[in-house]
Every structure is written in structure tokens, then in C-alpha cells.
């Protein structure tokens, strides 16, 4: 079993609507991220999570929010979804500081009509 | 600010070419680097990291990437491609307070017969 997922895969969805987006891991890590990818433009930063009640903006976090519901699980919302959001979204998981590597989710694409 | 330059938004080998994927970084003091690869369809996976010690730094897939402080470079080589190396390839540099990454925009790269 894959030790980051990531539901849905694929989403579909309308101008307006609430979308969450879920992520899960089984590694045991405290370090949760939610990354945007776009072509050209790499990975882009969205929020951060250093354990259940630590919670901190990114790059890009404008028309987004984030809940840490458990070690290991941390959901992106999308509160009024509109095109411009349309893209990749990964997850990711690192075991503490100290530039240890991430591991990354399949990823999500959303498409926002 | 820690920042990543990849140069080459595209590169195109020959199957059995080397290769070399030029990254430049932007950080104070001695920084963590890392190569990512992205498979189509896939989520991240680590290639390999430099952190101290040896500036020529092993990966799998038989790749190697060299750190070069005078010239803040992290390039990334390969002796010779295989068709299955197609893929995108993420430079990533990390060692501010937060230890988070900053990516790069990518390299694709295209591998011909």
C-alpha cells in the first residue's frame, strides 16, 4: 500500500463550489504539506503543517484552508472553487527538520469549469 | 531567501547520451539540496540529496549530482539515458529556519530512440 494517498485523483467540478481534497499517510511523519503544480511554474507552497496543532501559511495560500485532523491526515479546501485554481495538487510528508527528504502523494488534478 | 534557478525548461537526448540538468541556487550558508523526478502520472520521488561531506553525491537510477559552492550549482548527470528517464526533474534547495524546500521550475526531459 502506498504510504502517502491522496482522494480523489481526479476531481471535476463548477465556479463556486466547496471542494476538499483529502490526504493520508501511513509513515508515521509530523511534517504535512499541500503543494499546487502548474505547468512552468514547478511547486508552489500552499500550507504547511508541523504536527496536529500547528498550522502555517505558504506561498499561495489566498483561497485556501487546511485542517490537520490527525497525525496523519491533512485535508485542502477550496471554499468557493474558481478556474484559476485548476491544476496538480500533492501532498507531501517529511519526518522532522534538518532537510530531510519529502514524500510525496499521486496527486490530485482538479479542473474548476 | 533561498531560491532555485533550472535553466532549461526542456532537454532532449538521444537513448544511450549523457546527460547534465543545471540547477543554481540562491542561499546564505551551506544549503540542503535535492533532485526530485516526476513520472507521468506520478507524485515525486526522491533522486538524491546533498547535505554535507562529499560534493559528488550518488542517487538511484544511476544518477549523480555534484555541488559546486563557487558557483552555487547542483547539477544533475547521468552517463547514459534509457527511454525510461523520460520524466520531469525537480532541483529543490532547503535550510532556512523552517527547513522547508523551495522548487525549481522543472526540467523536462525527452528521451529519443
Known amino acids: 500500500d502506498a504510504d502517502v494517498t491522496q482522494t480523489p485523483r481526479n476531481r471535476i467540478t463548477k465556479t463556486g463550489k466547496r471542494i476538499m481534497l483529502e490526504c493520508s499517510q501511513t509513515?508515521?511523519?509530523?511534517?504535512m504539506y499541500w503543494y499546487r503544480q502548474d505547468p512552468g511554474l514547478g511547486l508552489r507552497l500552499i500550507y504547511y503543517?508541523?504536527?496536529?496543532?500547528?498550522?502555517n501559511k505558504g506561498e499561495i495560500s489566498d483561497g485556501y484552508s487546511v485542517s490537520r485532523q490527525a497525525q496523519a491526515k491533512f485535508s485542502l479546501s477550496l471554499e468557493s472553487a474558481i478556474p484559476n485554481q485548476t491544476a496538480l495538487y500533492f501532498c507531501?510528508?517529511?519526518?522532522?527538520?534538518?532537510?530531510?527528504?519529502?514524500?510525496f502523494g499521486p496527486g490530485t488534478r482538479l479542473t474548476v469549469l | 531567501a533561498q531560491s532555485v534557478t533550472q535553466p532549461d525548461i526542456h532537454i532532449t537526448v538521444s537513448e544511450g547520451a549523457s546527460l547534465e540538468l543545471r540547477c543554481n541556487y540562491s542561499y546564505g550558508a551551506t544549503p540542503y539540496l535535492f533532485w526530485y523526478v516526476q513520472s507521468p502520472g506520478q507524485g515525486l520521488q526522491l533522486l538524491l540529496k546533498?547535505?554535507?561531506?562529499?560534493?559528488l553525491v550518488q542517487g538511484i537510477k544511476g544518477f549523480e549530482a555534484e555541488f559546486k559552492r563557487s558557483q552555487s550549482s547542483f547539477n544533475l548527470r547521468k552517463p547514459s539515458v534509457h527511454w525510461s528517464d523520460a520524466a520531469e526533474y525537480f532541483c529543490a534547495v532547503g535550510g532556512d529556519r523552517s527547513y522547508i524546500p523551495t522548487f525549481g521550475r522543472g526540467t523536462s526531459l525527452i528521451v529519443h530512440p
Open positions: 507531501a510528508t517529511s519526518d522532522g527538520p534538518s532537510g530531510n527528504e519529502q514524500f
Open positions: 509513515k508515521g511523519h509530523d511534517r
Open positions: 503543517s508541523f504536527d496536529v496543532k500547528d498550522i
Open positions: 546533498y547535505f554535507s561531506g562529499d560534493t
